[in-house]
């Protein structure tokens, strides 16, 4: 499947797929790889791919009315444009678009243009930009749906989200985060709320601190599979969850944005590693 690999002049590597403008690989430059991709991944250039940012857009999660519609959108299936690949002498920055096709417009019948500028140095920053070129306000939901690379998930816990309102898609209905880091101890299916501030993925294991800073979205997920979802899911290996966690900069549930004709809405997530 077509690819692009970009290198920052530090040192940090980047893969990013035409198929969704899916980006399957950063590594900032003297860390580990920071996004995790299922070894059970199917590279069919139709299947969304396992791991690394799926583009969620114009819907997040299951079609609220239409069962029968992909999962989380049209946009993480089908090919993206190449707009541009420019490089300073601080980063690389390559830029995908799409405008949806008669089927996708079946499935969400609204024009617009979607614009994904991927920017790479020791950090990997994504803007995606949403533009309603048609002549009626529309609503969606979207994400960037980052999967990260644990040791275990087990061992790590995230800080920025204490004391906020979450719905969990597990036990079902609204809850109160505590004023402690978020650990993974079951099935974790989470959409904060109301969430504008940086994420830290600590993983003790890996000596590696993760921080995910965004704009433009006002929903945090937090998603981990465990153990009996992962085997019902056919691109997940059995045993891979202990080795992954989602913290995805999202604009869902009560959060969804409404855009007018002709403004547009940009979501950006920046992530980036340290040491510790
Ligand atoms: C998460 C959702 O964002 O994505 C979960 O909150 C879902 O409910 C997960 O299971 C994976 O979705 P998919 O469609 O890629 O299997």
Redesign the pocket.
Known sequence: MPRLQLASPDGSTATVYQHGAHISHFQPAGQSPVLWMSQSCVYDGKS?L?GGV?I?FPW??PHAERSEL???GYA?IRPWDVDSITSTDTHTIAVFSMTPNDAELEMFPNTCHVRLTVTLSSALTMALEITNTSDSAFTIST?L?SYFEVDDVKNVNITGLENTQYLS?VEGGTYTQDDQPIKFTRET???YQNTTTTCLLHDPDKQRQIAIEKTGSKST?V?N?WIE?SKN?P??GDDEWPSMC?I?T?AAGPDAITIEPGQAHTITAKISAQST
């Open positions: 969304p396992r799926p969620c997040f999660g992909p999962s989380h993480r994400a749906h898609k299916d989470r959409v997920v998603w599979p979802k899911m691109d997940f989602c995805e999202a």
